[in-house]
Nanobody, 123 residues
Framework: QVQLVESGGGLVQAGGSLTLSCAAS????????MHWFRQAPGKEREFVAA????????FYADSVEGRFTISRDNAKNMLYLKMNNLEPEDTAVYFC????????????????WGEGTLVTVSS
């Protein structure tokens, strides 16, 4: 069992930066591929970024490539998303999610989800 709690969301102006954190419980955190998804009002949940359980592989949605960086600290059971040059289109609730062993970009394939943290980017 893995429990995930996101933090770090808030209101930021366009062009600004935020770092989201996801604290995970459970002894097997290091074996889960970790993901960030987001859901904007009236839209479906979409993939943002993912990182392999060792941390050597990262994947990004085209819309955030070059602006967002995903990272993890397995010793601390923590996942991060550094977001730079934020745009109003990045406004959404951001969720971290865990999938045993493998990366998936489909939200239906996740094993565990956090409750989400709201990011609002003003223009």
């Amino acid at each position: 069992q893995v429990q995930l709690v996101e933090s770090g969301g808030g209101l930021v102006q366009a062009g600004g930066s935020l770092t989201l954190s996801c604290a995970a419980s459970g002894r097997t955190f290091s074996r889960y591929a970790m993901h960030w998804f987001r859901q904007a009002p009236g839209k479906e949940r979409e993939f943002v970024a993912a990182i392999s359980w060792i941390g050597g592989r990262q994947f990004y949605a085209d819309s955030v490539e070059g602006r967002f960086t995903i990272s993890r600290d397995n010793a601390k059971n923590m996942l991060y998303l550094k977001m730079n040059n934020l745009e109003p289109e990045d406004t959404a609730v951001y969720f971290c999610a865990a999938k045993w062993d493998v990366i998936r970009t489909n939200s239906d394939g996740m094993d565990y989800w956090g409750e989400g943290t709201l990011v609002t980017v003003s223009s």
